[in-house]
T-cell receptor, first 111, second 114 residues
Framework: DAKTTQPPSMDCAEGRAANLPCNHSTISGNEYVYWYRQIHSQGPQYIIHGLKNNETNEMASLIITEDRKSSTLILPHATLRDTAVYYCIVRPITGRRALTFGSGTRLQVQP | GAVVSQHPSWVICKSGTSVKIECRSLDFQATTMFWYRQFPKQSLMLMATSNEGSKATYEQGVEKDKFLINHASLTLSTLTVTSAHPEDSSFYIC??????????FGEGSWLTVV
């Protein structure tokens, strides 16, 4: 699976948008980009995923560059409860392969 | 609501004993489930892939005789840590695919071996 690179940590002010970047320069055409987050002492929570088009749901927006080599997860109005480790993961479309977690980005939302 | 549930949420056991952790898919059938382990301040590490009706596939370095996985039904996979030792103390997490390609995770189970 393609490797991803994320900044180790980020801060964001409460109420502001949090933009979390992810590089996946070796992504192949049959791999989705997934985002999960893990709040302390809990299992990872699915946020959003996409292939090549931008995606939006009730939690976040996912912006994927045209060359698909990077993406940005956007939390439009961060709250204190969004403080977590955010993981960007690429995974093939087909098959039953597990998700491989990197180190993620620790997002601290400041009051 | 949760689509994957784990039990127990936390367990304390004595060194040398065995402990079982259950992972259930709620309202859907999961032919494949995945088990992870996470140590403090570290990321999730895949331990094994649990396949319904067949033997689990273990990742390199994970002892299959120590971490017994049983996936006897389409909604239940169990992980048994045999002859547990303090170094097995960790956060164990399971996951399953609901539909398409989205994978959901359980709440996790804290194991402390004393």
């Amino acid at each position: 699976d393609a490797k991803t690179t994320q900044p180790p940590s980020m801060d964001c002010a409460e109420g502001r948008a949090a933009n979390l970047p992810c590089n996946h320069s070796t992504i192949s055409g049959n791999e989705y980009v997934y985002w999960y987050r893990q709040i302390h002492s809990q299992g990872p929570q699915y946020i959003i995923h996409g292939l090549k088009n931008n995606e939006t749901n009730e939690m976040a927006s996912l912006i994927i560059t045209e060359d698909r080599k990077s993406s940005t997860l956007i939390l439009p109005h961060a709250t204190l409860r969004d403080t977590a480790v955010y993981y960007c993961i690429v995974r093939p479309i087909t098959g039953r392969r597990a998700l491989t977690f990197g180190s993620g980005t620790r997002l601290q939302v400041q009051p | 609501g949760a689509v994957v549930s784990q039990h127990p949420s936390w367990v304390i056991c004595k060194s040398g004993t065995s402990v079982k952790i259950e992972c259930r898919s709620l309202d859907f059938q999961a032919t494949t489930m995945f088990w992870y382990r996470q140590f403090p301040k570290q990321s999730l590490m895949l331990m094994a892939t649990s396949n319904e009706g067949s033997k689990a596939t273990y990742e390199q370095g994970v002892e299959k005789d120590k971490f017994l996985i049983n996936h006897a039904s389409l909604t239940l996979s169990t992980l048994t840590v045999t002859s547990a030792h303090p170094e097995d103390s960790s956060f164990y997490i399971c996951s399953a695919s609901l539909s398409g390609n989205t994978i959901y995770f359980g709440e996790g189970s804290w194991l402390t071996v004393v």
